[in-house]
């Protein structure tokens, strides 16, 4: 990378001891590197895509499965003729 334009820092950038040395086998091994990143990372999303349809076939299951329950109300007559009769209780009211 240039940091300056003028012909001195030029020079100096370009002179042969400047290069880097563009050792093939560490270029190998870091596009290895890469290439087996890119697949893991490719493995890992697709597990996690199965883990999600997964859940959202268990949640479906769970629906067409359910069976709905019969509740009863208790209704209490006192002697005096009141009735008492169960109400949901109301969120917040304590």
């Known amino acids: 990378m240039f940091r300056a334009l003028d012909k001195a820092s030029l020079r100096v950038a370009l002179a042969p001891s400047a290069r880097r040395n563009n050792d093939e086998g ?3 091994r870091l596009r290895d590197v890469g290439e087996c990143r890119y697949f893991a990372e490719g493995i890992v999303n697709g ?4 883990q999600m349809l997964a859940l ?3 949640r479906e299951l769970e ?5 709905p329950n019969t509740y009863y109300v208790p209704k209490f007559k006192l002697p005096d003729g009141v009735v008492l009769t169960w109400k949901r209780r109301i969120e ?3």
Do not use: C
């Not at 597990?47 to 199965?50: D, F, G, P, Q, Y």
């Not at 629906?63 to 069976?67: E, S």
């Open 92 to 94: 917040g009211a304590d």
């Open 56 to 58: 959202v076939i268990k």
């Open 63 to 67: 629906i067409r499965d359910f069976k």
């Open 47 to 50: 597990l996690e895509a199965i």
């Open 26 to 28: 560490a270029l190998v």
